[in-house]
């Protein structure tokens, strides 16, 4: 699974971009989530208020009972600020 | 039509070439969006806008769809940059073309609003207390959610 | 500001000269209108404007300073021009800029709505059957009339 | 008084502008209108459908019961269609 943090949430992982293989038992995106708090420290704290955080999974708006797999590209981000 | 890029856009030039030789249009709304100098009660030097390529052209896509699923359209066009801007350089311009001026107006407003909150964008503003990432307003989720539903029957 | 004129004039230098210089703007809208080539059922090949010199500039000022008076602008524009067009040529422009996209849009729609039924300009279409005058739309009388009162408080 | 007439009006009645001398018992549009009438059958025709009939004074729109006088200038025209 391709991962991708933009805006403060790149910053606050500390990488752009991040190849992983998602555990067989994560299904959802909430599950993923989960799973990524988990990783380290700084994914912790990025993700440590989900009301801040847009989910995209293959570059289309997901919410946290939608269905996720190792063959996405997954994307989280703060709320959108263009225009 | 969509574009996003990080060079500057030619309004005049964008704006005839969507009505060009099309002599049912009868007007044609625009909106443009530029860099302020001010953001609340900060000053802010320039800005950087970072996005997410691919998502955006799909969203931007997908909001420009939207708007001529909804109002007779005959042209439509959205323009986004990305990269750094200053005070006073442009960001956006989303227009809408029809023989009828209400659908013109209308459809112009739904771009930008629901550009603002569907397009993968964000601004990181440099100022007096350094970079600030903008936070997303509540104001632009009341304007989107204005068209959703029945605003469609509107017109 | 306000122009009643004969000659076309440059969309892009319009906008550009509305906004230079004043950063405190974050957005400008503008609205278009063009000479269509159908009218109903009849086919235009072109129409001539007549308009009431002085009472027009008096008119569109009023317009104007209204929008101003109900918006937070900084700045704003109509141009009217008058003589013969033909289908494809613009007619008017209005344009509202403001620190705020909803200002800017919600007073470059009053302007243009307020402007059709105020402003003292008389549409006479040539076609396949003749000179027509246009006559006054009830629609257009709906949408300037959804401006008055209450409107002024939506912001 | 001086008397302007616009688009179909002026085709009708014939002449783009008159000045004429406002009866001293003539004090409202409604009756200035009424008095225009009398003055050609081509002016009586054109003004019989007052609805279609727009009145200014002074180039600000006026009503049947706005008082106008000798100095004014008066314009009759149809419902305006600019824009």
Request: glycine share 8%; with cysteine.
């Amino acid at each position: 699974m391709k991962v991708l943090y933009f805006a403060w949430l790149r910053q606050q992982v500390g990488v752009a971009e991040e190849a992983l293989a998602l555990p067989a038992n994560v299904e959802t995106v909430g599950g993923m989530l989960e799973w990524l708090r988990g990783r380290s420290e700084r994914h912790n704290k990025a993700l440590q208020d989900l009301s801040v955080v847009r989910v995209a999974v293959n570059q289309e708006y997901a919410r946290v009972d939608d269905p996720v797999s190792d063959d996405d590209e997954v994307a989280l981000f703060p709320p959108v600020t263009g225009g | 039509m969509i574009r996003v890029q990080r060079e500057d856009f030619d309004v005049g030039l964008e704006l005839d070439s969507l009505a060009r030789d099309n002599h049912v249009i009868g007007g044609i709304a625009s909106f443009i969006g530029t860099v302020r100098d001010i953001a609340g009660d900060r000053s802010v030097s320039a800005m950087t806008l970072e996005h997410y390529p691919g998502m955006t052209e799909k969203q931007l896509a997908k909001v420009e769809a939207e708007a001529r699923a909804r109002w007779p359209l005959e042209a439509s066009l959205i323009i986004h940059r990305y990269g750094r801007l200053e005070p006073g350089d442009r960001i956006v311009l989303v227009a809408a073309a029809s023989a009828h001026r209400q659908a013109a107006l209308e459809a112009c407003a739904f771009l930008i609003d629901w550009l603002k909150t569907k397009a993968p964008f964000w601004k990181l503003e440099e100022g007096d207390t350094g970079g600030t990432w903008v936070e997303a307003r509540a104001e632009d989720d009341a304007a989107a959610a204005r068209w959703s539903s029945d605003a469609a029957t509107q017109e």
